[in-house]
């Protein structure tokens, strides 16, 4: 039995996702409602905030047509990419990551709704 613990240890590990990759795109969406009247997930249209759709993967600060505040665009400038675990952390506390943005969103206090509204920007289609 001893000998098995190693391996049985090695497994779970080897199973394990981060906390994020369990969030629920229906349940973002509802989330996603705080950060809808400045951001958009399903078009590419600026509001107040730059659009999000299509930002798992992208440079921060990259849309085009956009005005980042000089934060913003030092943070991308050092090569941030919005990941899930770069969005996770900015979406806890927006001003902590990067100080001086121009997001007055104090940010998302449970872990679930960080996940879920990250699974909702991966895939906006899987909330209908």
Not at 81 to 108: I, Q, R
Request: charged share 20%; hydrophobic share 40%; net charge positive.
């Amino acid at each position: 039995m001893l000998r098995l613990l190693p391996s049985l240890f090695i497994c779970l590990c080897l199973g394990a996702t981060p906390g994020h990759a369990g969030g629920d795109a229906k349940a973002g969406a509802a989330v996603f409602r705080k950060c809808g009247a400045c951001h958009t997930a399903t078009e590419p249209n600026n509001r107040v905030g730059p659009s999000l759709m299509g930002v798992i993967g992208r440079p921060a600060a990259s849309v085009a047509d956009y005005s980042y505040s000089e934060a913003m665009k030092a943070f991308g400038s050092q090569g941030h990419v919005w990941d899930e675990a770069t969005l996770s952390e900015y979406l806890l506390s927006p001003k902590a990551m990067v100080g001086g943005t121009k997001m007055s969103f104090v940010g998302l206090k449970k872990p679930q709704d960080i996940a879920d509204v990250i699974a909702y920007l991966r895939d906006p289609a899987a909330a209908r």
